[in-house]
């Protein structure tokens, strides 16, 4: 029986390359088949992997989405938070299930007057010393190969005390570019050995599922 990355043609397996065209197998060489036959088996588990974690995502939000509906009901009061952020946590206090909404955050045109005015104080402030902060605004406006503006950064800036006229009003343009596109919710797990132990995360990127 023919391997189903195989194609039979006049009684003889061939295979596509990554041009497109028909090899015959008897002429592609051994370590190649050997790590065309690893890459296949792999996906494959990661296949039925996504597949899993992609049920068990649904079977957790319907399962939380349940109990938030049980409580209000029974006590006239949702589960949660305000933006749907909720912490579960089990009897004895070793296990943990927690709801966290993060929001989605995009920069408008105000952030290139930000960058202006930035950019201005730096000028002025070059006989001092202040390289730390150069550095962190040069790394905050930097943009990166898709076009996105790093938000850490940005927001480690936005944390930066100055008292320069300009660098408030600079501060006040980046906080007025923010624009919130969407939202992402993520499901963590945790347990732990004692009641006053440490956490340890189950890691499991619901996120991406």
Known sequence: ??????????????????RGAFVPVESIKPMDLLVDGEVRKIMDHARDLSAQIARFKGHTFDDIGSLQALVAQEYGAPLGGQKGNLTLTSFDGLQKVQVQVQDQIDFGPEL???????????????????SEIRALVTRAFQVDQQGKINRSEIFMLLRVEIEDERWQRGMKAVRDSMRIIGSR???RFAERDE????????TIDLANA
Do not use: F
């Open 185 to 187: 919710t993520y499901v």
């Open 195 to 202: 009641p006053d132990g440490p956490w340890r995360s189950i």
């Open 112 to 130: 290139q007057a930000a960058k202006r005015l930035v950019d201005e104080c730096l000028t002025d402030w070059a006989s001092e010393s202040r």
């Open 1 to 18: 029986m023919a391997d189903a990355a195989e194609t039979i043609i006049n009684d003889k397996p061939y295979r596509k390359d990554a």
